[in-house]
């Protein structure tokens, strides 16, 4: 591809979307720490390290033909559970869960690596049999091949992970035409896996997560704690919030996990309502660049990766916020751009590389960015 066509088709809007909101999350992330020591405040400047590699493999990957991930598929699915094993023998237990590869520099979760491997297989199954969809033994053997992974996510245990994965699959199935009591039998499935779930998989604080999301008062000071914490420091932002490093739950450290499962409740103290709205208004423009690339990829297989994708941000969007609202239970699901974390970021900027590679190679004549 030539650098006059790369800059002709290349999606500028989603680029300062994603921009935007990376430059919302490091501001974030700055202010979230700014009454922590200097080593903690070191927070802002790993992600920075993380978008700068993150935005390089974006590049790399849009000059990529996206249909080469196709072709490699299998060795990216054997890969990834080669990692989740491998987690689980010579991962570090931390908190009673072993989901992250220490290497110093940064630690490797690949039940993040998962998610993206998923949307290629998914997406070259699906693209694939396109025609027969509506046999239910396609829906049987993608529920296996998604199956295995989330199975070796949840003995880490990394639940909100797992559920991610489930509704990428959930979410391209849908697209993929099946008929609707296939859906039907998926979701009764899904009921009676989630009982299984509780009664052998989970561990006691997982089930109390659960029991304090639908009453969080009953423990205030213990699994309950986060979630009061998050709906108080929301509330107290008002309509133009508190000012950055001026968030009391924050700043105070009333707030567990600031800059990480509760950023939203950070930006929304201290940016308050018009902060929110802002936040919003780039993730809905986010999502408008995505389903209009998806609608004008030349391929079934580029369609559902950006599908995928969607599905990807849409759902971790969802459950975050929804969690910090105390609507959803606390998963330790990032927001996406915005969390530090670097396998997070990573992943996500990798998918939106494939993104940005499926509308470069659409067969729109006009302008991409028009």
Known sequence: MTWRRFLQKFDWFLFITILLLLALGVLMIYSATLGESIADRSNTYRQIIYIAVGLGLLFLICFLDY???????????????????GVL??????????SWFDLGIINLQPAEFAKFVMIIVLAKYFSRHSDEMYKFKHVLVS???????????????????????????????????????????????????????WRFLLRDYQKNRLSAFL?????????GYNVTQAKI???????????????????????PEQHTDFIFAVMAEELGFVGCIFLFALFSFLFYRLIRIGRLARDRFGMFLVIGTTILLLSQVFINIG?????????????PFLSSGGSSIITILVCIGMVLSVGLRSEEKSNAIG
């Open 323 to 335: 969690m910090n609202l105390g609507l959803l239970p606390v998963a330790g699901i990032p927001l």
């Open 89 to 98: 023998i010579f991962g570090p237990e931390i908190r009673g869960t072993r």
């Open 215 to 223: 009453d969080p008062a009953r423990d205030p000071l213990g699994q």
């Open 67 to 85: 249909r080469i991930f196709r072709s490699y598929s299998r060795i990216f699915y054997v890969i990834m559970l080669a990692a989740l094993v």
């Open 143 to 197: 529920g296996v091949l998604v199956l295995i992974p989330v199975g070796l996510t949840m003995i880490e245990p990394e639940l909100g992970s797992a559920l991610v994965i489930v509704f990428i699959w959930l979410g391209m199935l849908i697209f993929a035409r099946v008929r609707w009591w296939h859906v039907g039998v998926i979701f009764g499935a899904l009921i009676a896996m989630g009982a299984f779930t």
């Open 233 to 255: 420091a929301i509330g107290s932002g008002g309509v133009t919030g508190r000012g950055l490093g001026h968030g009391s739950q924050s700043q105070l450290n009333f707030l």
